[in-house]
């Protein structure tokens, strides 16, 4: 990645990070359907044994589409997002390093979720990535340059407390029956309407 020196500053090309993010969301969000998959040995000998097999997939299923729908949301959220800014920090840089890390990490964390949902612990793996990818998300926001500042700053801003909000319910609802936790990440649903609403509710008060 070229970065050119301005003074005694770094900064990089925003259009190239962008393109990047792009690259790797998309790898992201291909890797989470490959752990949802019939056993190697798996040798159906009529319909009902494959329908079986088909519908034992769901407890892997679950996960792959709340994975699927949060990094949607978050890759939605990012091109959303206006800066005129066509570069930006060595900081901004350092941080979006760590959380693009953070978003490789979802396709290895619904895996052992969805192999383990019954135990707590595969749960506050899973929930704490995304409670990690919401708060550097967070700091990212306050080190991007030249904002819009516009309702889709808002909505960003919703969809990230969105995500922290139903990680950290999840978390507590592991301690109750793990195996329903995950649904707690279905509140994510709500961050595109509850946004809108918003909306509304602002051009009516102005």
């Keep these: 990645m070229s970065r050119e020196p301005r003074g005694n500053h770094i900064v990089y090309p925003k259009a190239r990070l962008d393109t990047l993010s ?3 969301f998309g790898v992201a969000m291909t890797l989470l359907v490959l752990d949802v998959r019939l056993p190697d040995d798996f040798a159906p ?4 044994e494959l329908l079986n097999g ?4 769901g407890p892997k299923f679950l ?3 709340l994975s699927f729908a949060v990094l949607g949301l978050r890759w939605l959220s990012n091109i959303h997002l206006r800066s005129h800014g066509e570069e930006v920090s060595h900081k901004y840089t350092q941080w979006w390093l760590v959380y693009h890390l953070l978003i490789t990490g979802v396709p290895f964390t619904t895996m052992v979720v969805g192999r383990f949902a019954s135990l707590a612990p595969s749960i506050w793996l899973y929930a704490g990535n995304t409670i990690l990818i919401s708060a550097v998300s967070f700091r990212l926001l306050a080190l991007t340059p030249s904002f819009e500042r516009a309702d889709h700053l808002r909505d960003r801003k919703i969809s990230l407390g969105l995500l922290m909000l139903s990680s950290a ?10 195996s329903q936790a995950l649904w ?3 509140l994510n649903a709500a961050s595109i309407p509850l946004g809108r609403w918003l909306g509304r509710s602002k051009g009516q008060a102005a």
């Design 22 to 24: 792009d690259g790797i």
């Design 169 to 178: 319910l999840a978390i507590v609802w592991s301690f109750i029956n793990p």
């Design 54 to 57: 088909l519908l034992g997939l």
């Design 63 to 65: 996960p792959y589409v």
């Design 45 to 48: 000998r009529d319909t009902r």
């Design 184 to 186: 707690a990440l279905a």
